[in-house]
């Protein structure tokens, strides 16, 4: 069988979307195309972001592979599923365009993993992938209402078959990358200390969280925590050295301290970048992590207060004071050291000022509170609302823009109604 696999050219106008809207390698498509080829099929990987390729430029490249199943995620990067923009006008817009030659149409990503019967009448799907995608997507070439993880449409049913899938991670190769993608990535993602000199990449340590934080949402994908074996890890890393990469980017829902990878990234030519969870770790785990490398660490303490970081159930066991004082050591050691603050009722304003300025003081930039978006799959979304049904996004999107007046500085300062955006990309 052949199987395309498109990740669009993304754009944000209009969108509450605060993630990083550079390019970044689209890795649950690397190890999707990596599977498929393992299991005989042929896999062609469409990367529009980072090879800015328009619709139309698609489209030919499609119409040209003829495949048999065409896969279209609906977040930019699995760096993003967990806070991806909440509109699926992009993806939508692309599918409408290929529509005539796309064989099967398959959705993945976190919208189809929350909301799967809205994901697949949305796109005009055959199929949605619920949950990590990367196993799942071989099976299609055999009987796919025997499996479960998918939704598709029986007349004018849609059927879900749960559970929603998490990959194992003991079974996803090292990913190898065309050296064009490479040399295309100059993005070093949440790198500040130095101007880029070589290309970079993105790759994975683990997945999952053993923390269920509310503002998180994890709840239907990226779950449980699971690493991947050190050899692998290894493997692929090198290679991106050998291609010219000079820094790294963990994904990792929470980089955990890991002393064998510290000690091996020590031994090599290469900057990293990781998210985690300061309170994790000891003093002498941020020595290794320095030896290993790392020149950005993005912490994430969300409230300055023990009462709002209960509320997010974060069951962080530092204080405020002893946080600061994490921060303040890792930044001695590392180059940039950001602690992210979301905007939280417990939180007095003139408070959050006064230790933004301590920590800005020794070097640790942290961000203005940005208003927590209650995506579904979340559990601050299921404490509003109950479990996420097909008016999941639209609801929380609402909810959203009613409830604040400013938003984050990477951010429009009036974003569109979901509706509007969704409606928009057929020109209704």
Known sequence: MRYA???????????????????????????????????????????????????????????????????????????????????????QRLAAALKPFVG?????????????????????????????????LPKLAGAPEHFSSLA???????????????????????????DESISRHTHHHHRFDSAPAAPAAEMEASRGCPYHCTFCAKDNFRNNYRKRPLAIILEELDAFVSQGA???YFVDEIFLPDMQLLSALAGRNVKIGVQ??????????????????????????????EAGRAYLDKKCKLS??????????????????????????????SSIESWRRQLEAHGVWANKPVPLFPYPGSPEYTRMWGRADDLAWERAHEAYLKGFDSFSDIQEQRPQPLVELETTCHGR
């Not at 849609?158 to 990913?175: F, I, Q, T, W, Y």
């Not at 985690?276 to 207060?305: K, P």
Request: hydrophobic share 40%; net charge negative; charged share 25%.
């Open 104 to 136: 099967k149409l398959v959705i993945v990503g976190p919208h189809g993993s929350t909301t799967p019967a809205a994901a697949l009448k949305k796109m005009d799907a055959d199929f949605v992938v619920l949950g990590e995608c990367e196993e799942i």
């Open 5 to 91: 696999l498109i990740n669009p050219r993304w754009s944000f106008e209009g969108s509450i979307y605060f993630g990083c809207r550079e390019p970044h390698l689209p890795l649950e498509l690397g190890y999707s195309k990596a599977l498929l080829e393992q299991d005989g099929h042929e896999a062609l990987l469409i990367d529009g972001h980072l090879s800015d390729l328009n619709d139309s430029e698609i489209t030919a490249r499609i119409r040209r592979f003829a495949p048999d199943f065409t896969v279209i995620t609906t977040a930019p990067t699995y760096l993003f599923w967990r806070c991806p923009p909440p509109e699926m006008r992009v993806p």
């Open 152 to 178: 598709y449409r029986d007349g004018a049913e849609v059927v879900v078959r749960g559970p929603n899938r998490a990959a194992d991670m003991k079974r996803l190769p090292a990913l190898r990358w065309p």
């Open 320 to 349: 405020t004071d002893e946080l600061s004082d994490r921060l303040i050591f890792a930044k001695e050691l590392i180059p940039f050291v950001q602690a992210n603050l979301l905007a939280m009722t417990e939180d007095d304003e």
């Open 276 to 305: 985690t969870r300061i309170d994790l770790w000891s003093q002498d785990a941020i020595r290794s992590l320095a030896r290993a490398g790392c020149v950005s660490v993005e912490a994430g303490v969300e409230s300055i207060t």
């Open 246 to 248: 000079e820094y790294i």
